[in-house]
């Protein structure tokens, strides 16, 4: 059954330092979107993608979070200059194929910032 | 805006016993989706039910069972027969659009089921 990747499953990193978190949607969907989820609390969604560009974007991204998809295969995001609170789990998804309105979630990436 | 309330932040129940976790939402909306996540304590979204907003049917998969009333706005999931392996953080969760999009999760119950 195809499914979302994510890697690294852990990130640890120093504060203002730059991260990239990988993602590899499921080949045929269209549709990507990242989240986050700080410990303890709620999913947070972040950015959808569509057609090579941002469909949507919440408050919470803000210019420090860009996202790419810079081949056929991954979508990616950058955190430019990371701060302790962007400490958290990220989830990539992705959706469309046969099923458009349901999101497919990777196992997550956990975001640590010292 | 849509929104998704899940009432209950923690519960806790003994085993065998069976449990109901509340979601009520919000929409304009008359097309929309809904949905159940569960989250263990390994972290992964594990992906529950999706059900779409022309459908009141409810439904029943093993122990688990969805009790859909648009009415009220409520889509309140059900475990029969609790095991330990059902402790985790269960989303509901709400989508708008026909693609997936605008989707909001619901601020999550803890469940921890007890031997």
């Known amino acids: 059954e195809p499914e979302v990747t994510q890697t690294p499953s852990h990130q640890v990193t120093q504060m203002g330092q730059e991260v990239i978190l990988r993602c590899v949607p499921i080949?045929?969907?269209?549709?990507f979107y990242w989240y986050r989820q700080i410990l303890g609390q709620k999913v947070e969604f972040l950015v959808s993608?569509?057609?090579?560009?941002?469909?949507?974007k919440s408050e919470i991204f803000d210019d420090q979070f860009s996202v790419e998809r810079p081949d056929g295969s991954n979508f990616t995001l950058k955190i430019r200059s990371t701060k302790l609170e962007d400490s958290a789990m990220y989830f990539c998804?992705?959706?469309?194929?046969?099923?458009?309105?349901?999101?497919?979630f990777g196992p997550g990436t956990r975001l640590t910032v010292l | 805006a849509q929104k998704v309330t899940q009432a209950q932040t923690e519960i806790s129940v003994v085993e065998k016993e069976d449990v109901t976790l509340d979601c009520v939402y919000e929409?304009?909306?008359?097309?929309?989706?809904l949905f159940w996540y569960k989250q263990p304590p390994s972290g992964e979204l594990v992906f529950l039910i999706r059900?779409?907003?022309?459908?009141?049917q409810n439904e029943i998969s093993g122990r688990y069972s969805w009790n859909f009333q648009k009415s009220t706005s409520s889509f309140n999931f059900t475990i029969t027969a609790s095991q330990v392996v059902d402790s985790a953080v269960y989303f509901c969760?709400?989508?708008?659009?026909?693609?997936?999009?605008?989707?909001?999760f619901g601020p999550g119950t803890r469940l921890s089921v007890l031997p």
């Open positions: 998804a992705s959706s469309g194929g046969s099923s458009y309105n349901e999101q497919f």
């Open positions: 969760a709400l989508s708008e659009d026909n693609y997936g999009q605008n989707f909001v």
């Open positions: 059900r779409n907003s022309f459908d009141e």
């Open positions: 929409t304009r909306d008359t097309t929309y989706y």
């Open positions: 993608f569509y057609n090579n560009e941002i469909s949507e």
């Open positions: 080949s045929n969907h269209l549709y």
